[in-house]
């Protein structure tokens, strides 16, 4: 793919004392592509889509969107940065005082200027496009993991992102909520042309919907590959982790 490159990271390292999580990491995502972030339990993934979306300060490193760097952004071009991204979190990260329309509903109320009609067709779409329609009066405590992931999903898309970073969106479900899970995520790609940054240990995932699949592993970018080429890397690490080699 040779469309402009969005988001740049450049020799990214976070510390939590002597655990040199991030150690000098280097990415770049392309406009409309789907990027996955490989790496085993406790490899820093989390963190690393943390410090992208700005929930953490990085301790060295650059992270460039659209060519500027997030560190010398202020507050109202963060404001404008984090309008054009959604996260759907690990653990889907709903809020359970609130009915699911009013999830879908939330990143709108605080971002957009929106009047209560526009608000209610907006989740309504949402919804659908995820395949929940009506399902807005449910309480959160009333869902599976599986609608919970895909109201976590349509509260994402509700704001339309030019960016979606999912953490982990399969783990947890069934493999055919996992499939479907695929399915979605490829849609709202192609639907709303958004840029899809994964990071997961999925390697079904990985395969069935990557564009480019990148392997985090102490703390580096160790390769960065099509799927073909990320498939039958010789690199040891990446053969033992594709292969599922116990240590
Ligand atoms: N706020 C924090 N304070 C201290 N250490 C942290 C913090 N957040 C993460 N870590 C440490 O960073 C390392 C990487 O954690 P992270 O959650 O990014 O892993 P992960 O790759 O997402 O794992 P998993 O696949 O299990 O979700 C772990 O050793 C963790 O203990
Ligand atoms: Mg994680």
Redesign the pocket.
């Known amino acids: 793919m040779d469309s402009e490159i969005l988001i740049e990271v450049e020799d990214l390292k976070?510390f939590?004392?002597e655990?040199r999580?991030l150690n000098g990491v280097n990415l770049k995502i392309r406009e409309g592509e789907i990027y996955i972030v490989l790496?085993?339990?406790?490899?820093?993934?989390?963190?690393?889509?943390?410090n992208i979306v700005g929930l953490?300060r990085p301790d060295a490193g650059r992270i460039l969107y659209r060519g500027r760097d997030l560190a010398k952004a202020g507050d109202d071009e963060w404001k404008r940065v984090r309008r054009d991204f959604a996260v759907v979190f690990?653990h889907s990260a709903l809020f359970d005082s609130l009915n699911v329309g009013e999830n879908v509903a939330f990143g709108l109320r605080r971002m957009t200027k929106l009047g209560e009609e526009e608000i209610r067709k907006a989740v309504r779409e949402s919804l659908a496009l995820v395949g929940l329609s009506g399902i807005e009066n449910l309480r959160v405590s009333q869902l599976s993991g599986g609608m919970r992931k895909r109201v976590a999903i349509a509260r994402a898309i509700a704001v339309r992102p030019r960016v979606i970073f999912y953490?982990?969106p399969t783990?947890g479900l069934d493999p055919i909520m996992s499939a479907n899970i695929e399915q979605l995520i490829l849609r709202m790609n192609r639907k709303l042309g958004s840029t899809t940054f994964i990071?997961?240990?999925d390697l079904k995932l990985a395969f069935s919907v990557g564009n480019t699949l990148s392997m985090?592993h102490d703390g580096k970018i160790i390769l960065e590959a099509g799927v073909e080429e990320f498939r039958e890397s010789t690199h040891p690490v990446v053969r033992k982790f594709v292969e599922g080699i116990p240590d």
């Not at 790496?39 to 943390?50: C, D, H, I, N, P």
């Open positions: 976070k939590f004392g655990n999580v790496g085993r339990s406790g490899a820093g993934k989390s963190v690393l889509l943390k953490m690990q953490d982990e783990t990071i997961t240990h985090l």
